[in-house]
């Protein structure tokens, strides 16, 4: 399963289908919504992929930042569901649930 992103020019993301497969389970992963099976396939792309490894860990860094800030601070309520609106269509989004050709939502490269 190992592979060298390194000698790619292009980014990281979307390398190979296990890099796919591990950034579309980012989120899924990070809130703990993975079966044991996903959760461990997951864990050992991450050991041997260094890009993806970045990209997850950036992401749980942004949830450990958003979530301190957010708690030490009032937030507008206007401003919180915004949050979590884009949160959720991220997610959804990540996972291809949401498309032109299924449901009519834009997708990130349209």
Same mark, same amino acid.
């Given at each position: 399963?190992? $592979?060298? $992103?390194?000698? $790619? /020019?292009?980014? /990281? ?5 296990? +890099?796919? @497969? ?11 919504? %993975?079966?044991? !099976?996903?959760?461990?396939?997951? #864990?050992? $792309?991450?050991?041997? +992929?260094? /890009? +993806? ?9 942004? @949830? #450990?930042?958003?979530? !301190? ?12 569901? @915004?949050?979590?609106?884009?949160? !959720?269509? %991220?997610?959804?989004?990540?996972? =291809? =649930?949401?498309?032109?050709?299924? =449901? =009519? ?6």
């Amino acid at each position: 399963m190992t $592979h060298d $992103h390194d000698s $790619h /020019p292009e980014p /990281p993301f979307a390398a190979t289908p296990d +890099c796919e @497969r591990a950034l579309a389970e980012v989120y899924t992963f990070l809130d703990q919504e %993975l079966n044991e !099976t996903q959760r461990v396939e997951i #864990m050992a $792309h991450l050991e041997a +992929c260094s /890009p +993806c490894f970045e990209a997850f860990d950036f992401e749980a860094e942004l @949830r #450990m930042v958003i979530t !301190t800030k957010t708690h030490s601070v009032e937030l507008p309520d206007s401003l919180r569901i @915004r949050i979590e609106e884009q949160l !959720t269509y %991220l997610r959804i989004e990540a996972s =291809g =649930g949401v498309g032109p050709d299924n =449901g =009519g939502e834009p997708t990130r490269g349209a």
